[in-house]
């Protein structure tokens, strides 16, 4: 489980810089309103995931013994269905960016590929996942490099690809492992059902949550500012969407196993430490270098330097709200993680909605981000863990940390265009990785300990 963590983070820059560059070259490409359009295809294409294994993909990752006959019958069935129900629904639909063949090969992909996941998790096997990852974006890179000239359409083969590769390998670790072929699905189903069902209506509401500013502020504002807003969202979440998923897929397995709080309570720390510690340099560039980032763009895009940052600013405030989530489905209470979405994703759409209706959505993220930080740690002061000053401390120490590193990099290194900022965003993480590690090993060796 160790080794599986740490390849995972390692992973993460060369992912993220990876899409980091190819986003940011499409949205140079093809302008700011465009963009608005591309993003919100993918915010879809996203929704048809989020339900590809019908709200079971936590508890057979709880079982422990899941068997090949499992993942192959019910997760590869599930897939199937669910994605020719979207194949069909999505093809009365044209998109104007990339042809409906792309589309289609896409979803099929992007659904498949959590099945072979969760049986790798499940077997504590997650280092394939994160060497996987990096060979398959590699991969996506070349060719979409080799492909530009095609705009977004170069996107969409590229990571057809890449998701062609990823469930490639991992279906053949699946195929190859050897292991007991127990043949107990219709058992599992039956046990998970009031769990599973929980689960589905919480993804719905968590996905309906989390893109409602998207959705809303298309139809109310639209054109210039979405294309401003979503092109800054793409990057804004990196961490959320990237860095705390990889966190939670171990914690969770260490969550369902904990016996007592003081066992939670240590899960919670090393969670909050490891995520602190690799976020925060992704942000200070958000935040002190997306004038910069804009400059490179060129044209509209110099505008969105404010959207730019109150959009990080607000991101960062989110980034232990998914914490809460995976605390109590680990815990065996899927209907408190529901109730906890229904509060926390009904009053983000309240704020936004008075936000786009009153010509005031960015001062009203932030008001909205600055509540739901405060109500993280409520809930988890409810449930006896207060990690306030723990949150509190890893921040500031992170922070200052890599502001610091920012400014030296920043008198040393001078970026000209889009490759320029990519490698100086590796090197500046690669610098700040380099001083943690030295600085507060102890603490990083104690927290790996606790999630592995």
């Known amino acids: 489980m160790k080794n599986s963590f740490l390849l995972s983070i390692i992973s993460l820059p060369f992912v993220a810089g990876i899409q ?109 996942v994160a060497v996987v990852d990096i060979i398959s974006y590699l991969i996506g890179l070349w060719i979409y490099l080799k492909l530009s000239f095609l705009g977004v359409e170069s996107y969409f083969v590229s ?85 705390i998923p990889i966190v939670t897929r171990i914690a969770f397995i260490k969550f369902s196993k904990a016996e007592s709080l003081v066992e939670s309570f240590k899960v919670i720390k090393a969670m909050i430490f490891i995520v602190s510690m690799v976020s925060a340099p992704i942000f200070v560039v958000l935040i002190f270098n997306s004038s910069e980032i804009l400059k490179i763009m060129g044209g509209e895009w110099i505008d969105g330097y404010f959207i730019f940052s109150v959009v990080a600013l607000s991101f960062y405030l989110r980034l232990y709200l998914d914490f809460v989530n995976c605390y109590f489905t680990a815990s065996g209470t899927p209907y408190k993680s529901f109730k906890w979405v229904v509060f926390w994703g009904g009053s983000n759409f309240i704020f936004i909605l008075i936000g786009v209706l009153f010509d005031a959505l960015l001062y009203m993220l932030i008001v909205s981000s600055l509540y739901l930080f405060v109500l993280t740690f409520v809930v988890f002061y409810h449930v006896n863990l207060n990690v306030f000053k723990i949150v509190f401390s890893s921040t500031a120490m992170f922070f200052g940390l890599s502001i610091s590193c920012n400014v030296l990099l920043g008198h040393l290194y001078v970026v000209s265009d889009l490759f320029d900022f990519v490698g100086y965003c590796l090197i500046f993480f690669f610098i700040y990785m380099l001083i943690s590690i030295t600085l507060f090993r102890r603490k990083l060796v104690k927290s790996i300990r606790s999630l592995g």
């Open 159 to 243: 990571m057809v690809i890449v998701l062609f590769v990823k469930n490639l390998f991992i279906w053949g670790g699946v195929l190859v492992l050897k292991l007991p072929d127990d043949r107990r699905l219709i058992a599992r189903i039956v046990d998970g059902r009031e769990y599973a069902k929980w689960q589905l209506m919480e993804r719905g509401l968590l996905f309906f949550s989390l893109r409602s500013d998207h959705f809303l502020i298309s139809y109310f504002v639209g054109g210039h500012f979405y294309g401003l807003y979503s092109f800054s969202w793409n990057f804004a979440t990196q961490v959320n969407y990237k860095v």
């Open 20 to 128: 980091f560059y190819i986003n940011l070259d499409i949205a140079k490409n093809i302008g700011v309103e465009q963009f608005g359009i591309f993003a919100m295809l993918l915010i879809i294409m996203a929704m048809v995931q989020s339900f590809s294994d019908f709200g079971y993909y936590n508890f057979f990752l709880k079982s422990h013994d899941l068997s090949k006959f499992d993942v192959l019958t019910f997760y590869g069935g599930s897939s199937i269905i669910i994605s020719c129900i979207f194949i069909i629904i999505f093809s009365f639909f044209d998109y104007a960016l990339v042809s409906n063949e792309l589309v289609f090969g896409y979803i099929f992909l992007l659904i498949f590929l959590p099945s072979g996941v969760v049986f790798l998790q499940s077997r504590e096997k997650l280092w394939v």
